[in-house]
């Protein structure tokens, strides 16, 4: 199995960005680990950032052949993006919604994700072990 993971916009800021509320993990130890684990479960991992949403769709695009599913963090695209919802309809892959932190519980327009009903799963608010639960239902649920 091939899982596509997409880290959106300012994720490259991880373990700078407002540390109390997304950690210490920097963006490249968070891939290790997801490599790392993705080893262990017998699968492939691509991971990527990008701050653009057209990038963002390129990407789905681009590797939507390769990819059997997908992991996304959209990031704050996750509250009004529907061109980034309606590639990954389109793209009709298995999609799993991942967040650092709880988006249920913080600002108001955070609460919003317009990404979620095309998407499996979701998984929130336990910082790199959301992504790792996510790889794990990937891994496991959508063989």
């Given at each position: 199995?091939?899982?596509?993971?997409v880290h959106g916009?300012?994720?490259?800021l991880l373990g700078r960005r407002e540390p109390r509320l997304y950690g210490r993990t920097t963006l490249e130890q968070l891939n290790r680990?997801?490599?790392?684990?993705?080893?262990?479960?017998?699968?492939?991992?691509?991971?990527?950032?990008?701050?653009?949403?057209?990038?963002?769709i390129d990407l789905l695009t681009a590797h939507s052949a390769w990819a059997d599913a997908l992991i996304?963090?959209?990031a704050a695209y996750t509250h009004y993006s529907y061109a980034i919802r309606d590639a990954i309809a389109a793209l009709a892959l298995p999609a799993?919604?991942?967040?650092?932190?709880?988006?249920?519980?913080r600002e108001?327009?955070?609460?919003?994700?317009v990404i979620r009903p095309v998407?499996?799963?979701?998984?929130?608010?336990?910082?790199?072990?959301?992504y790792l639960k996510a790889l794990e239902y990937c891994a496991k649920r959508l063989k």
């Open positions: 199995m091939n899982i596509l993971v916009p300012n994720l490259h680990l997801l490599k790392t684990r993705a080893a262990a479960l017998r699968v492939k991992v691509r991971c990527f950032q990008k701050n653009c949403e057209g990038a963002i996304i963090n959209p799993v919604e991942v967040h650092l932190t709880d988006i249920s519980r108001p327009f955070r609460k919003v994700s998407c499996a799963a979701r998984f929130k608010g336990e910082g790199p072990a959301s």
